[in-house]
């Protein structure tokens, strides 16, 4: 009897969520050029000095370079076919109005991390969970943590970390251990959660009519076993790096 009891309740829910769905889907929603950060990566972040990453899709060659190396930003040095801003792979999954920049970013004393913007256009699939791509190659999730990354004169930018290592990885190897870092921001909006965003696109077009494009960034580099000392990395780098990427202030 009780479960019957529920079952009208159970209707209704199911309803409004297949209704919520075919509205989704089915409204000609206004797509926007409008972008929550600045669609560039800045040559420096505090000591870090950048270099843009640069790929070439000639099936020969696939070489990936860095701008510094190059007298041509455009043009292969190996081959003297174009480069682009995404490796082949990246652009044979990716929508073709997908906009992606990579830098690497080195320290005086060598260190290096990896920054990259995605930057969604008229297709979600732009942008996914980043944990679907990073075991997709391999890694091994260890921990994941959220953290919050002080910033000058509004609330402190949330930020998930995921701790990885390779698969396989025997004790003791010296095969890197690396993190990876990164947040969604939207128009007016950020969030470490890639749940949060989909809620946030689907409110958008459902009750706004309204797709703004999203960009997630990410930040990448090596960290010690059983530590967390790359967090206050993490938290220094990004706080160099926010205020030059901000459009106005979205979570003050």
């Not at 020969?60 to 995404?86: I, K, N, W, Y």
């Not at 699939?125 to 953290?147: A, E, F, K, W």
């Not at 701790?163 to 004790?171: F, S, Y």
């Not at 706004?208 to 960290?223: M, Q, T």
Request: hydrophobic residues 40%; proline residues 5%; aromatic residues 8%.
């Amino acid at each position: 009897m009780e479960t019957r009891t529920f079952w009208p309740y159970i209707i209704v829910i199911i309803l409004m969520a297949l209704t919520s769905l075919v509205l989704a889907l089915t409204v000609d929603v206004n797509i926007t050029d409008e972008a929550g950060i600045k669609v560039e990566l800045p040559d420096a972040v505090g000591a870090w000095g950048g270099d843009e990453l640069r790929y070439c899709h000639k099936k020969e060659c696939r070489g990936t370079f860095l701008t510094s190396g190059l007298q041509d930003r455009d043009v292969c040095p190996s081959c003297g076919s174009a480069l682009h801003g995404m490796s082949y792979d990246e652009a044979a999954v990716l929508p073709p109005d997908t906009i992606l920049i990579k830098k690497s970013y080195t320290q005086p004393s060598g260190r290096q991390m990896f920054v990259s913007i995605v930057l969604s256009g008229g297709d979600r699939s732009s942008i996914h969970r980043p944990q679907m791509c990073l075991t997709g190659q391999g890694q091994v999730i260890m921990n994941t943590d959220v953290l919050e990354v002080p910033l000058a004169g509004r609330k402190p930018l949330d930020v998930m970390v995921l701790d990885l290592e390779p698969q396989g990885r025997a004790e003791g190897s010296s095969a890197a251990l690396t993190y990876y870092a990164y947040w969604f921001v939207g128009k007016g909006r950020e969030t470490p959660y890639h749940v949060q965003r989909m809620i946030w696109m689907s409110t958008d077009r459902i009750f706004h009519n309204v797709a703004h494009r999203w960009a997630y960034i990410a930040v990448s580099g090596l960290r010690e076993e059983d530590s967390d000392g790359h967090h206050e990395e993490i938290r220094e780098f990004i706080g160099e790096l926010y205020p030059q990427m901000a459009i106005g202030d979205p979570a003050g």
